[in-house]
């Protein structure tokens, strides 16, 4: 049975480690107020070695596992900075749900690119950053996946209702 996704308790841990992430993806869409329904949270991590470290750190808390068809739970890897230097992506799942790494998300150049417009957004008591609403346009534009092209446009219509109140 996968386990219940509680994407509050997943950011927490992150955010006890310390780990520099900003979240995009679906989670960071509904975080701007967009009407989807994710099962996921997508994260970009800093790739400082420092923060590296953390998120090792944080993964461990979580008991990340790879997710993958036909290994329920996920399997076992890894989980050192070391390891983490070397990918690009990992889908994990953990005990909070699943969890999305993706290092340099398609459209962006990744932690620093996103980081100049994020937005801190509190979720359940706990601070996260955000990409920004364009920039997550801009990721799923360039990311051009039936999903993404599925979702664009009612965040363009959220896009735009934001700057018409503005």
């Known amino acids: 049975m996968p386990p219940k996704f509680d994407p509050a308790a997943m ?18 869409a509904v975080a701007h107020g967009a009407p989807h329904i994710t099962f996921d949270v997508d994260v970009v991590p800093s790739r400082s070695p420092d923060s ?21 739970g996920g399997l076992q890897f890894d989980r050192s900075a070391a390891m983490l230097r070397s990918v690009s992506i990992l889908n994990l799942t ?8 993706t290092f ?26 955000v990409a920004a609403l364009a920039d997550v346009i801009r990721s799923k534009e360039a990311a051009n996946r039936e999903k993404d092209r599925a979702a664009l446009p009612a965040l363009r219509k959220l896009a735009e209702m934001i700057r018409e109140r503005s």
């Open 94 to 101: 953990t005990k909070f749900g699943d969890l999305d790494l």
């Open 52 to 72: 590296l470290e953390r998120l090792a750190r944080a993964l461990v808390d979580l008991d990340a596992r790879i997710r993958t068809e036909g290994a329920e």
């Open 11 to 28: 950011l927490g841990v992150l955010a006890a480690h310390g780990v520099d992430c900003i979240v995009i993806g679906g989670f960071a």
């Open 104 to 129: 340099t998300p398609a459209g962006t150049t990744g932690f620093e690119d996103l980081r100049r417009n994020a937005v801190h957004v509190t979720v359940q008591g706990t601070s996260v950053l």
